[in-house]
C-alpha cells in the first residue's frame, strides 16, 4: 500500500484554461499555450497571447529540457507539509522552447544545482488525479 499524499496540491486559478497541461502532466507529456498569430509560446495558461494579445491559441508539446535560470535552496519550509523534504531545490527553470516554470530540481545533490545547468522534466504521480511537473539533471 502506497503512503498518501498530504502536501498541498496544485489549485489553478482557471481550471477551464489550465486543465490541458493537468491532463497532459497525468499522460507524462509537457505541453504549453502557443499563439498561432505569432508563433510565441508561453506559461502561464491565458485568455490572450502575452506578446500580440491575440486570442487563437493552441496547446504545442514542448521538450521539457531547459536550463535552470535561478534556483534557492529551501532549508525551512514555508508549508510544514514540505519541512521533511528539506533541504530541497526549489527552482525557475528557463525551457528551450522560451517560457519558464517554477518548480523542484532532484534526483541530484542540492550542492550540484547550478544557474545553468542542463535539466529535463520528470513527472510525480502523487495522487491518481495530480501529477507533478519536476525536473532532473540532463
Given at each position: 500500500?502506497?503512503?498518501?499524499?498530504?502536501k498541498?496540491?496544485?489549485?489553478?486559478?482557471?481550471?477551464?484554461?489550465?486543465?490541458?497541461?493537468?491532463?497532459?502532466?497525468?499522460?507524462h507529456?509537457?505541453?504549453?499555450?502557443?499563439?498561432?498569430?505569432?508563433?510565441?509560446?508561453?506559461?502561464?495558461?491565458?485568455?490572450?497571447?502575452?506578446?500580440?494579445?491575440?486570442?487563437?491559441?493552441?496547446?504545442?508539446?514542448?521538450?521539457?529540457?531547459?536550463?535552470?535560470?535561478?534556483?534557492?535552496?529551501v532549508h525551512?519550509?514555508?508549508?510544514?507539509?514540505?519541512?521533511?523534504?528539506?533541504p530541497?531545490?526549489?527552482?525557475?527553470?528557463?525551457?528551450?522552447?522560451?517560457?519558464?516554470?517554477?518548480?523542484n530540481?532532484?534526483?541530484?545533490?542540492?550542492?550540484?544545482?547550478?544557474?545553468?545547468m542542463?535539466?529535463?522534466?520528470?513527472f510525480?504521480?502523487?495522487?491518481?488525479?495530480?501529477?507533478?511537473?519536476?525536473?532532473?539533471?540532463l
Amino acid at each position: 500500500m502506497t503512503t498518501p499524499y498530504t502536501k498541498p496540491l496544485p489549485a489553478p486559478a482557471n481550471e477551464e484554461l489550465s486543465r490541458p497541461f493537468w491532463e497532459a502532466a497525468k499522460r507524462h507529456q509537457l505541453i504549453m499555450p502557443r499563439c498561432n498569430t505569432c508563433g510565441n509560446v508561453f506559461f502561464y495558461p491565458r485568455e490572450a497571447c502575452p506578446a500580440c494579445l491575440g486570442g487563437d491559441l493552441d496547446w504545442t508539446p514542448v521538450s521539457g529540457r531547459g536550463r535552470v535560470y535561478s534556483y534557492t535552496i529551501v532549508h525551512q519550509a514555508a508549508n510544514a507539509a514540505f519541512q521533511p523534504d528539506a533541504p530541497y531545490a526549489y527552482a525557475v527553470i528557463q525551457l528551450d522552447e522560451g517560457p519558464r516554470l517554477v518548480s523542484n530540481v532532484g534526483d541530484c545533490p542540492i550542492e550540484d544545482v547550478t544557474v545553468g545547468m542542463p535539466v529535463t522534466a520528470t513527472f510525480d504521480d502523487v495522487t491518481p488525479e495530480v501529477t507533478l511537473v519536476k525536473f532532473k539533471p540532463l
